[in-house]
């Protein structure tokens, strides 16, 4: 099993900037690509950000030049850096982990972010 604890969400302005972080704990041998998704009010949970084991990453169109992902695999977290946010980046912010195999999916308990305008 694995357990994730997101922190660094809250109210940023349009423009700002604000960094979300996210521990994983457990069997986080078995964890190979870590990401964010977000969950806004009305809306389907999409994809934010992921980054693989080795560093490969991969953003979502609408966040492509302002949102950054990292990864610290000796401290077993994953960071996303959201620069310039717009009020339509305003959600629940999820960190994701997918298992080697592909088999299991884990999700941390979320983190509400709040861009005002």
């Known amino acids: 099993q694995v357990q994730l604890v997101e922190s660094g969400g809250g109210l940023v302005q349009a423009g700002g900037s604000l960094r979300l972080s996210c521990a994983a704990s457990?069997?986080?041998?078995?964890?190979?690509?870590m990401g964010w998704y977000r969950q806004a009010p009305g809306k389907q949970r999409e994809l934010v950000a992921l980054?693989?084991?080795?560093?490969?990453?991969n953003y979502a169109d609408s966040v492509k030049g302002r949102f950054i992902i990292s990864r610290d695999n000796a401290k077993n977290s994953v960071y996303l850096q959201m620069n310039n946010p717009k009020p339509e980046d305003t959600a629940v912010y999820y960190c994701?982990?997918?298992?080697?195999?592909?088999?299991?999916?884990?999700w941390g308990q979320g983190t509400q972010v709040t861009v005002s305008s």
């Open positions: 980054i693989g084991s080795g560093g490969t990453t």
């Open positions: 994701n982990a997918v298992s080697d195999s592909l088999e299991y999916v884990y």
């Open positions: 457990g069997s986080t041998f078995i964890i190979s690509i």
